[in-house]
């Protein structure tokens, strides 16, 4: 028994010094104050930490992996690393307050909840950016007005024929609509840069110079999939693009 057990210890000392590792610290974004018992939980690699009294925890990882950081009194924050260094989270206070609480069906261990946890729906509300990058301006809306679609369906004309031609002969209303369409596409293009750009597809995957370019243009996304598409969802499709840009560069 004795010589299976010291066989045994070459394996796991080589093991986990190839376990790479992630390190930092969770606080309020309202006051700063280190946030005690956050999970950390790394849904790439299937591991879960619980930061300590002064905010700080420890867990294995990579570059390119998606981490899950929640607390009850906090609005959970998701967002894929993007660099080895200590990382500082900084999770939003929960506002919203219920009369009444019943929690029922525990997790009896941490492997419990690390199933369940990774187990719930991901709650992507748009607001997801990767790690460091700045939020994006909204766009510009056209006033209800000067829409276009909105006047001059069919069914508009029919019901409005008045205001219809009236519309259709002023100059001066048919600049303001193409003002403001004009407005709104530029604003939706400035969107785009900033929601994917060449600095965020250097950060998610390490490619530098022609070799960034050339991925760039082999993933070649749509206009529209970057307007419509949260910023989680431009991250992970860039993910997946990578894989695919890989496997065909080892074709070659």
Known sequence: ???????????????????????????????????????????????????????????????????????????????????????????????????????????????????????????????????????????????????????SGLGYVVMNPLKSITRKLSSEYQEKVKYYALKADEDDKILRDKKFNRALVASLTKLEADELTNFIHFMDLADSFISNASDYEIAKRIQEELKKYQNEERKE
Request: glycine share 6%.
């Open 1 to 151: 028994m004795k010589s299976v057990f010291y066989l045994l210890i070459p394996f796991l000392t080589i093991n986990s010094a190839y376990a790479q590792t992630l390190t930092g610290i969770v606080q309020s974004s309202e006051d700063g104050l280190s946030i005690e018992g956050a999970h950390v939980v790394n849904i790439s690699k299937n591991e879960m930490a619980i930061s300590s009294q002064m905010g700080n925890f420890t867990i294995v990882g990579e570059i390119g992996d998606t981490l899950i950081v929640s607390n009850i009194n906090y609005i959970k924050r998701q967002f894929i690393v993007n660099t080895k260094n200590r990382i500082s989270i900084l999770l939003t206070p929960n506002l919203i307050q219920l009369e009444e609480v019943i929690v029922s069906n525990l997790p009896k261990t941490a492997n419990d909840f690390r199933k369940k946890l990774i187990a719930m729906p991901m709650q992507d509300n748009g607001k997801f950016l990767p790690y460091g990058m700045k939020p994006a301006k909204t766009r510009s809306e056209i006033p209800p007005l000067y829409n276009r679609s909105l006047n």
